[in-house]
């Protein structure tokens, strides 16, 4: 009885059967090279190095938020009528909401990414206010432009 071929084995079969398949001699020498890899895994045998996970979170949590704010600029043009709550959100506090700022403005710029060093945060900057707010703390005004 013959063993069953490893998974390895089985995608450097592949290879050489497509190269044998192929009329461009650049993929041919593509699939070469590939099988040949696959043939010696030191080649591709990587350190990975100390936090390289937490590196990694990070780039997806970075992503997400460009995705929140594509997703803003996509639904909502700059000028868009807002209710922007710099600093809190008046249900963080809801014993005290005098504490939560409220701004009714519009948009003056498209939604960005900020501080992607530290993670990254989606925000977008409002007229009469200097600062940019996260678009956490911006809500759509009724009947604004959408």
């Known amino acids: 009885m013959t063993a069953p071929l490893a998974p390895r084995d089985i995608a450097v ?7 044998t398949h192929s009329h461009s001699p650049s993929d041919r020498i593509a699939y070469a090279l590939d099988a040949e890899l696959l043939l010696h895994p030191e080649a591709l045998a990587v350190e990975v190095p100390a936090g390289w996970d937490h590196h990694i979170a990070q780039l997806v949590e970075l992503n997400h938020e460009w995705e929140k704010a594509a997703a ?6 700059v000028g868009t009528p807002v209710v922007a ?17 409220r701004i009714e403005s519009v948009t003056r710029t498209r939604a960005t990414v900020v501080g992607a060093s530290l993670g990254g945060t989606a925000v977008v900057w409002i007229e009469d206010h200097g600062a940019f707010i996260a678009l956490t703390h911006i809500d759509i005004r009724p009947g604004g432009a959408s």
């Not at 803003?72 to 043009?77: G, T, V």
Request: glycine share 4%; charged share 15%.
């Open 72 to 77: 803003f600029n996509a639904a909502h043009p």
């Open 85 to 101: 709550y710099p600093g809190v959100r008046p249900e963080h506090f809801p014993r005290h909401p005098e504490m939560a700022t």
């Open 13 to 19: 079969l592949t290879l050489r059967q497509a190269a």
